[in-house]
Nanobody, 119 residues
Framework: QVQLLESGGGSVQVGGSLRLSCEAS????????MAWFRQGSGAEPKRVAK????????FYADFVKGRFIISRDNAKNGLYLQMNSLQPEDTASYYC????????????RGQGTQVTVSS
């Protein structure tokens, strides 16, 4: 099993920045990919960014390209999401997930951390 714990959410003004962190523990050697998802109020979850741990390949949703950066610290089992130029539509609960197989549904997810962007 893998446990994921997010931190770093909060409230920010439009145009501001936040950095989310996700600490993985447990059987972390089984993880091949990690990702950030978000879910706004009344909305479906959306994948924000994904990183392949073996080769550091990264993918971003169009709505965050150029603004968000996903990164990973393998030594610390940490996953990060640097969010810049935040907009009200970025308001959501953000959660990290981990995959044993990158091409399938994720296997583990954290509880999430709330990000609120106000104008």
């Amino acid at each position: 099993q893998v446990q994921l714990l997010e931190s770093g959410g909060g409230s920010v003004q439009v145009g501001g920045s936040l950095r989310l962190s996700c600490e993985a523990s447990g059987s972390t050697s089984s993880i091949s990919c990690m990702a950030w998802f978000r879910q706004g109020s009344g909305a479906e979850p959306k994948r924000v960014a994904k990183i392949y741990l073996g080769r550091s390949t990264k993918f971003y949703a169009d709505f965050v390209k150029g603004r968000f950066i996903i990164s990973r610290d393998n030594a610390k089992n940490g996953l990060y999401l640097q969010m810049n130029s935040l907009q009200p539509e970025d308001t959501a609960s953000y959660y990290c997930v981990a995959y044993r197989n990158c091409e399938r549904q994720y296997d583990y997810r954290g509880q999430g951390t709330q990000v609120t962007v106000s104008s």
